[in-house]
């Protein structure tokens, strides 16, 4: 079992809809967990960097940490064609460590 | 731009060929990760340095080897290459471990 599920899609909506990502996970020893996108062909761009349970909200993205389920999520409001990419989990125990990846959700916003 | 720079951006090697990589970390940053990222798949940890020592490493065998500079510029190197070793390799930079910031990658093949 990876230590890191999540779920490639892909996964396709149209322009101003709600989408939600999410990754489960095995190790309960994680605490710091992120959100990443990545563009084709390109570095993965940090979203959002949470510790422990909660939410957090930056715009139109939103994380949620669920440390009892094992479960994260990122919702993104009112999508855009220009949120078409892959968005990529990440999760570490400590501060800085090696950070522990989903394989990525592929999404497409259709116009 | 995350001010992360790495080179080259594209490479093509013969197997059994050595390949050296470089990063040039953010203003300010004194740690930088390196990982592995397979088409399709999520990035894969392969080392860190912090403040020039090797500060963690994942499963990734001998002849993957790194170094930091005084600047907290870093190297990759891949010795014997694999044809499997055909990958984007990413760069990370971070303050003291926290959050990480991506360079673009570079683009290995391995022929």
């Known amino acids: 079992q990876k230590e890191v599920e999540q779920d490639p899609g892909p996964l396709s909506v149209p322009e101003g809809a709600i989408v939600s990502l999410n990754c489960t996970y095995s190790n309960s020893a994680f605490q710091y967990f992120m959100w990443y996108r990545q563009y084709s062909r390109k570095g993965p761009e940090l979203l959002m960097y949470?510790?422990?349970?909660g939410n957090k909200e930056d715009g139109r993205f939103t994380a949620q940490v669920d440390k009892s389920s094992k479960y994260i999520s990122l919702f993104i409001r009112d999508s855009q064609p220009s949120d078409s990419a892959t968005y990529l989990c990440a999760m570490s125990p400590f501060t800085g460590n090696q950070f522990y990846f989903g394989t990525g959700t592929s999404l497409t916003v259709i116009p | 731009e995350t001010g992360v720079t790495q080179s080259p951006t594209h490479l093509i090697k013969t197997r059994g060929q050595q390949v050296t990589l470089r990063c040039s970390s953010q203003s300010g940053h004194n740690t930088v990760s390196w990982y592995q990222q397979a088409l399709g798949q999520g990035p894969q940890f392969i080392f860190q340095y912090y403040r020039e020592e090797e500060n963690g490493r994942g499963n990734f065998p001998p002849r993957f080897s790194g170094l930091q500079f005084p600047n907290y510029s870093s190297e990759l190197n891949v010795n014997a290459l694999e044809l499997d070793d055909s990958a984007l390799y990413l760069c990370?930079?971070?303050?003291?471990?926290?959050?990480?910031?991506f360079g673009q990658g570079t683009r290995l093949t391995v022929v």
């Open positions: 949470t510790y422990s349970s």
């Open positions: 990370a930079s971070s303050f003291d471990r926290g959050e990480a910031f």
